[in-house]
């Protein structure tokens, strides 16, 4: 009787201690991940107020784990796109037509050549590019710019091979240009990703003129879009808009203004994007096939002179609201999710490079609603343009003015 009685106060007491550790471990998650005053502290554009609770100003969070941002290299002229070779090593888009090789302690190659000539006047230049997931074993390359027609400038994609000896492109050809050619500079879109079968997602802008900007809600033009098509260019079978009379096959989703963020959810594969609005509005959407997600019709913010956009409304039945908006702008640039395990709190989390706003935002995502916001790098006073994760699970970004950083834990 008296051991039974032991056993019992044993398993109590185990039981006790194991409640205590996890209460003090949810204490402590709760403490890294407990939300403070929002990041943001100046006053918004407009008067607009959000759809629901969380959809802008979210309480700040602060990573746990110390981090510091590295300049590998302030060599680079204007990048614009940066992704990942399968050694480690970083390849890296030049705004004014150039690419570059860089290895992760900094060292960068002399430019590639091959090229297409590109369009580099205003926001255009050599843009987003990735990688053929076979390109260990076909070399292949894929990039957006802005190429000059006789009738105008398009964001166009196109592909070539990348010599044994990485100085030149080999056999460089456009596989696609988002008609119609406009004359002018500004808002071409330009992230490429690869999905899960191979083929390509890429968004373009609707060329920022008033003219142009109805264009984001017309299904046959394919400016203000999230676009799928295959490695030769051609609609992706089973796009939402095939078979539509009047709609453009290679349409996956519409209402965009300028996408220059793209990235793959690690874990659910949904598809994200952030798009810059005008004075105000700076929009993250979750991606569905065949949505429509609003510009010009609906936004959350106004014109650059202060006057209202179209109707001034923000909620329309058949337009999706976004995830977070930002009032005043960041202007997001590139994304990248986090997968690593060397900063544990930063799981899953979205980083986002802000040009106007000067750092890089961490969104912290559960559920598909944003839970939390922190800025970083802040004090470095640099446009950053793009972000991807390393295979060595540090993080990558380029700026405007020609930095490659190294962000990674101390």
Known sequence: MTKYVL??????????????????ETSETAQKDSTGAPVETQKANSDYKPSFEGQTRIGSVKSATAYEGKVLSSELQNPWGITTLPDGRLIITEKAGTMRIATTDGKVSAPITGIPAVNSEGQGGLLGIRVDPEFEKNRMVYWVFSQALPDGNLTAVAKGKLSADEKKIEGAKVIYQATPAYASNLHYGGRILFDKNGDLIISTGERSDTVTRPQA??????????????????????????GKSGARPELYSYGHRNVQGLAFHPETGDLWEVEFGPRGGDELNRIE???????PTITYGIEYSGKKIGDSIQVKEGMEQPVYYWDPVISPSGITFYSGDSIPEW??????????????????????????????????????RDITEGKDGALYAVTDQGRLYRVYKK
């Not at 056993?7 to 996890?22: G, M, P, R, T």
């Not at 299904?219 to 808009?241: D, Y």
């Not at 096939?289 to 510009?295: E, L, T």
């Not at 961490?362 to 839970?371: G, T």
Request: charged share 20%.
């Open 7 to 24: 056993l019992i106060a044993a398993a109590a007491a185990f039981s006790l201690a194991s409640c205590q550790k996890e209460s003090s």
């Open 217 to 242: 809600q017309h299904l046959n033009s394919a400016l203000g879009k999230v676009i799928r098509i295959t490695k030769e260019g051609k609609p992706v079978s089973g796009n939402p808009f095939e």
């Open 289 to 295: 096939p065949g949505k429509n997600y609003g510009w």
């Open 347 to 384: 799981k899953n989390n979205l980083f986002i490079g802000g040009l106007s706003s000067m750092h890089i935002a961490r969104l912290v995502i559960e559920n598909n609603k944003v839970v939390g916001e922190e800025r970083l790098l802040a004090s470095e006073g640099q446009r950053f």
